[in-house]
T-cell receptor
Framework: SAVISQKPSRDICQRGTSLTIQCQVDSQVTMMFWYRQQPGQSLTLIATANQGSEATYESGFVIDKFPISRPNLTFSTLTVSNMSPEDSSIYLC????????????FGPGTRLTVL | QKEVEQDPGPLSVPEGAIVSLNCTYSNSAFQYFMWYRQYSRKGPELLMYTYSSGNKEDGRFTAQVDKSSKYISLFIRDSQPSDSATYLCAISNTGNQFYFGTGTSLTVIP
């Protein structure tokens, strides 16, 4: 498994501002993922972040709105830019650390409220 | 059609009951099946992982996959109040594409 921490754990932000969420893993991993979890909905994949390359974004998510950094094999950041109340959600990072590389382990999440 | 469907509940059972949680999926190409448990204000925690068909047991938990019906189940025996959480099913393939159910909220009443 993997131990994953996220900062901040929660935040309340004003419309139009940006927030950067940090994700730290206790061991080196190739793939890191960023998800959004809205009440009553499935986990929605925002993007996949591999070290040394540009993040791959899912349909409906763009780099200008959700820029991602992956400077090394244990760390990633997700920025939520120019926020609106619709961005209020839980943001989760995860890593693929299973022996079969088909198991994902999640961080505790960042609970974001945009006023 | 969603890749995976899960009844959101909520489900409320008395302590000691057997709980059955279920998901259906649409694409027979998926080979990996997972159950996650998510406590309130926490990230999802991997509970059970199954490859292909069959059953897998871990303590009070049993994961079952029926690929012919595209149906996956999680059984919890002797349920405890500490099992109260949201349970998410997930499916994936060798291409590292993951699809998650919406989650079933479970409350075990002492």
């Amino acid at each position: 498994s993997a131990v994953i921490s996220q900062k901040p754990s929660r935040d309340i932000c004003q419309r139009g501002t940006s927030l950067t969420i940090q994700c730290q893993v206790d061991s080196q991993v190739t793939m890191m993922f960023w998800y959004r979890q809205q009440p009553g909905q499935s986990l929605t994949l925002i993007a996949t972040a591999n070290q040394g390359s540009e993040a791959t974004y899912e349909s409906g998510f763009v780099i200008d709105k959700f820029p991602i950094s992956r400077p090394n094999l244990t760390f990633s950041t997700l920025t939520v830019s120019n926020m609106s109340p619709e961005d209020s959600s839980i943001y989760l990072c995860s890593v693929d650390k299973g022996a079969s590389y088909n198991e994902q382990f999640f961080g505790p999440g960042t609970r974001l409220t945009v006023l | 059609q969603k890749e995976v469907e899960q009844d959101p509940g909520p489900l409320s059972v008395p302590e000691g009951a057997i709980v059955s949680l279920n998901c259906t999926y649409s694409n027979s190409a998926f080979q990996y099946f997972m159950w996650y448990r998510q406590y309130s204000r926490k990230g999802p925690e991997l509970l059970m992982y199954t490859y292909s068909s069959g059953n897998k047991e871990d303590g009070r938990f049993t994961a079952q996959v029926d690929k012919s019906s595209k149906y996956i189940s999680l059984f919890i025996r002797d349920s405890q109040p500490s099992d109260s959480a949201t349970y998410l099913c997930a499916i994936s393939n060798t291409g590292n594409q993951f699809y998650f159910g919406t989650g079933t909220s479970l409350t075990v009443i002492p």
